[in-house]
């Protein structure tokens, strides 16, 4: 379980959050919408314990995430996945060097024939030549790119994945991959936050949906439930989406 209790947030002078509160339960995704991209980038991105916000916390299984004691826990932050939209790969590093990186840091005791044999997995996993691994971020293209963004956070095996544009600059055969694995992982009964504004998998996939406006969660629920609500402002960004 993952909770947001009293969320106040500002960035960049923009209102991302006031006073919200929501908890998400195991075993279902969740889309994130709203008309402005950029807060609800930095909303998800305070779910993710990323961005810290000015007021409030969250709680993963009842441990608060930016208390003293918790902030450097190395067992609750790898539970914790995040999937940029792009970038977020060290430049000087290797793909490999890049995908080593959170295995030696969360694992440093395990075996470096163990990390690699769980990269060679997901690079199979997402049809990726093994080739790829003594090229630099700026040297691969951003298919490419993205999908080692993805291996990065699953090869951690985390228990919320929050996803920023999961399926942007990937092709049909990718995203259907990742559709897949999303869907598995929720039989698996992993927490998933997705915001993305250009794939209706998240509407008809989502158990709930948050209807971000002003910092505040006007509405959430079913997109089938939530096309049939008479409040404006939730008809507004629901055909923003459509």
């Known amino acids: 379980m993952l909770r947001a209790e009293k969320i106040n947030h500002l960035f960049d002078d923009l209102l991302i959050a006031d006073n919200l509160s929501f908890t998400f339960e195991s075993g279902k995704i969740y889309g994130v919408v709203g008309l402005r991209e950029i807060q609800i980038i930095s909303l998800i991105k305070v779910f993710a314990a990323i961005e810290k916000p000015n007021e409030g916390e969250i709680y993963l299984h009842d441990c608060n995430i930016f208390s003293q004691e918790n902030s450097e826990?190395?067992?609750?932050r790898r539970k914790l996945g995040y999937v940029f939209a792009s970038g977020g790969l060290l430049s000087n590093l290797t793909i490999k060097e890049n995908l080593l990186l959170p295995l030696d840091f969360f694992f440093p005791k395990m075996g470096l024939e163990e990390k690699i044999e769980k990269i060679y997995y997901w690079l199979s996993f997402f049809n990726l030549d093994d080739s790829i691994l003594d090229s630099r971020p700026a040297r691969i293209s951003m298919r490419s790119a993205k999908l080692i963004l993805f291996?990065?956070?699953?090869?951690?095996?985390?228990?919320?994945i929050i996803y920023e544009e999961p399926f942007a600059n990937l092709n049909f055969q990718d995203r259907e991959i990742i559709k897949s694995k999303?869907?598995?992982?929720?039989?698996?009964?992993?927490?998933?936050?997705?915001?993305?504004?250009?794939?209706?998998?998240?509407?008809?996939?989502?158990d709930s949906i948050l209807l971000i406006e002003?910092?505040?969660?006007?509405?959430?629920?079913?997109?089938?439930?939530?096309?049939?609500?008479?409040?404006?402002k939730t008809q507004k960004i629901l055909d923003y989406y459509s």
């Open 73 to 76: 826990n190395l067992n609750i």
């Open 151 to 160: 291996i990065r956070t699953y090869i951690l095996s985390p228990e919320i």
């Open 182 to 206: 999303i869907l598995d992982l929720k039989k698996e009964g992993l927490i998933q936050i997705l915001k993305s504004n250009s794939n209706n998998f998240i509407l008809l996939n989502s």
């Open 214 to 232: 002003e910092g505040k969660i006007i509405e959430s629920g079913l997109w089938e439930e939530l096309k049939k609500s008479d409040n404006i």
